[in-house]
């Protein structure tokens, strides 16, 4: 139940008892605070406790591994595909993304592929290493064939043991032989809050948990509760340690709903559908534009001196960073001397994040612990590329998963109501959900007891057109170079306030959530260290860093490495661009002008490549929110263009 926040799109758990001498699991598609409640969980769990007394005194144990999941590889309505999964007589629970899974299978015909979540080829491998050596072994023996993120915890048909492995440090524990207990998490707060509300704690107040370090195996013999941390970066393994036992083998029994169904996507014709997206390219070429930057006449409350230079670039004023100095002195003052968790990154798994994370690790030689808010349009490639920076560098990555589907469908009920009545200045409503972000950087900080919160956060990246389609003109002040005024922030209420009376589509149930958001963003104080503050952005040095070093993966649909990870950031730039003439990267490579990072002229020649419609990821997103592509791509085509 506490592990739901990583994820609520499915749930499992398995129950190995060496009284029956079997393992039983039982996994569906739904919460785990649903499926607790389902007549064939209850069934289950019985099964295993109905005769609890023999389990308690003598060497009997229980062993239970549970897992709530957020769907990464593999559809969840093929339950196979869900956790615990099982395959060749074992048994495994695992959190990250092996990222090289297919070219791991291709690599082994000795083993046969059934399922599509990456999770089988890591137990299969493992399973057909332990016929002809020990446990540990065979684990040391499978990783090096493993790209990405891993936290696992594996039993198996041939012996009591429980292995527990991270390549990432997302795994905590702890151990009570006076109670019995070894109980095991992929969160601090998670095991804390558990044994806490049992009342379980030592003498002094503090509960003891332990942090399994990345790149660390524990080995559990749960007759006795002994167990074996190793590191198999150091030195050889103790072969005659926990040596696979000759008893006799447990049974595995699967309990589960017989769903083996699998989503399928609709057939369509890309060159068909990939027509409907428009490119108007010449004529948004007529455009006006600023002649020091590349801001269109269209952009929202422009105008041009008579040299032709915009009030944007008049106003604008350069980054002024603290320096590489004033970081090292801070990191210096956060740092946590044992080496443990001391900052929390904010890691969309985007560029500047991944980068950002990166720097932290290696360069400022802090402890970070990794988050990410999953609203549901985080995408597998940002997933993928997540597991690859955690992986490598060895860092807990924390995932708080929202209620996808119901995140979703707040957003398929807010892109209907504005295709009802199209308004440039309602488009950030698709993107209301993601704003809970806040809360959860401040609250994983507190309940982790982390010194800081970092955030990469682009200077570059202002998109202050969004308000100015709602109406509001720009601020520049002393200190920034657009800020949004308190009166600024009632016009947008009323803006809002009169799109709704006018569009009573928007008032749905998304509602709450969309003012929660507004709130969150806009009202409540943030308050964060910006890592960009301090270091200049290097887009250059930045890519070359995470491609080189990190093998990062890149989108195929388009040329740009910014927002590649964001499964929103293709649509709606489509529409801005296709109304209006401009996208977000024309903000952003103005700003870059400004600076002085880039010249005019090859930024005209980014935009240009940069704005053509991203066909795989617009595809992606109406599929996901469950829109037609069709009338969705026409109903916009038929706005009026501004640059008419």
Not at 168 to 183: N, R
Request: hydrophobic content about 35%; some cysteine; charged content about 25%.
């Amino acid at each position: 139940m506490l592990s739901e926040t990583r994820g609520k799109e499915s749930a499992g758990l398995a129950i190995k008892s060496n009284v029956e001498r079997e393992i039983g699991v039982y996994k569906d598609s739904l919460p785990a605070s649903e499926l607790i409640k389902t007549k064939g969980f209850n069934e289950f769990w019985n099964q295993y406790f109905k005769n609890w007394e023999k389990h308690k005194s003598g060497p009997n144990y229980i062993q239970l591994l549970g897992h709530t999941r957020l769907v990464t590889n593999g559809f969840s309505s093929n339950n196979e595909n869900n956790q615990p999964v099982t395959k060749s007589g074992g048994v495994a629970v695992h959190n990250g993304i092996i990222v090289n899974v297919d070219k791991a299978w291709t690599k082994h015909k000795d083993l046969t592929r059934v399922y599509e979540v990456d999770t089988e080829f890591l137990l299969d491998l493992y399973m057909q290493r332990l016929k002809t050596e020990d446990a540990l072994s065979a684990l040391k023996n499978t990783l090096p064939e493993i790209e990405g993120s891993v936290s696992t915890g594996i039993i198996t048909d041939k012996s009591d043991l429980l292995l527990l492995y991270t390549n990432t440090g997302s795994l905590y524990y702890y151990s009570d032989t006076s109670l019995g207990i070894f109980i095991f998490s992929s969160e601090r707060f998670i095991l804390n809050h558990l044994l806490e509300s049992y009342g379980i704690q030592k003498n002094d107040g503090e509960i003891d948990v332990k942090w399994l370090h990345p790149g660390s195996v524990l080995v559990l013999d749960p007759n006795n509760l002994n167990f074996k941390l190793l590191k198999f970066t150091e030195g050889s393994i103790d072969q005659k340690v926990f040596q696979v036992g000759s008893q006799k083998k447990f049974q595995i029994k699967n309990f589960s709903p017989s769903n083996t169904s699998t989503a399928v996507i609709p057939h369509v014709s890309e060159n068909q559908k990939e027509r409907l997206l428009e490119f108007n390219l010449e004529k948004i070429r007529l455009l006006k534009r600023c002649t020091r930057c590349v801001l269109p006449e269209t952009f929202p409350f422009i105008y041009f001196d008579k040299d032709g230079v915009c009030n944007y670039c008049k106003h604008y004023k350069k980054q002024e960073y603290l320096g590489i100095e004033k970081l090292n002195k801070y990191a210096d003052e956060i740092r946590n001397p044992k080496a443990e968790p001391d900052c929390l990154v904010a890691f969309s798994g985007g560029r500047d994040s991944s980068y950002s994370l990166h720097y932290v690790k290696n360069i400022l030689k802090l402890n970070p612990i990794a988050y990410t808010y999953d609203w549901g349009m985080v995408t597998d490639l940002a997933r993928r590329n997540q597991a690859r920076i955690c992986g490598k560098l060895g860092i807990e990555h924390i995932l708080v998963s929202a209620d996808i589907k119901m995140k979703r469908e707040y957003i398929r009920k807010n892109v209907a109501a504005w295709l009802k009545r199209p308004s440039l200045g309602t488009i950030p409503l698709f993107m209301a959900g993601d704003k809970q972000f806040f809360y959860y950087a401040y609250y994983l900080r507190k309940i982790n007891s982390l010194r800081e919160t970092i955030l990469c956060e682009n200077l570059l990246e202002r998109t202050n057109f969004k308000s100015g389609f709602c109406g509001i003109e720009p601020y520049f002040d002393d200190e920034h170079n657009f800020t949004l005024t308190t009166s600024g922030k009632l016009k947008m209420l009323l803006f809002y306030g009169k799109e709704f009376l006018s569009n009573p589509s928007y008032l749905n149930s998304s509602l709450y959530d969309s003012a929660k958001a507004f709130l969150t963003y806009y009202f409540i104080p943030h308050s964060y260290f910006n890592l960009f503050d301090y270091l200049p952005w290097n887009e250059k040095e930045i890519e070359t860093t995470l491609i080189n070093e990190y093998d990062w993966e890149l989108s195929p649909d388009t040329t740009t490495t910014w927002r590649i990870g964001d499964g929103t950031a293709s649509f709606y730039n489509y529409i801005y661009y296709n109304v209006a003439g401009f996208s977000e990267f024309e903000t952003f490579r103005s700003n870059q002008i400004r600076e002085g990072m880039i010249d005019r002229k090859l930024a005209l020649e980014k935009i240009e490549e940069e704005n053509r419609p991203r066909f795989e990821s617009i595809l992606w997103y109406l599929n996901t929110i469950h829109l037609d592509f069709d009338n969705t791509i026409n109903t916009i085509n038929k706005i009026p263009k501004l640059y008419s």
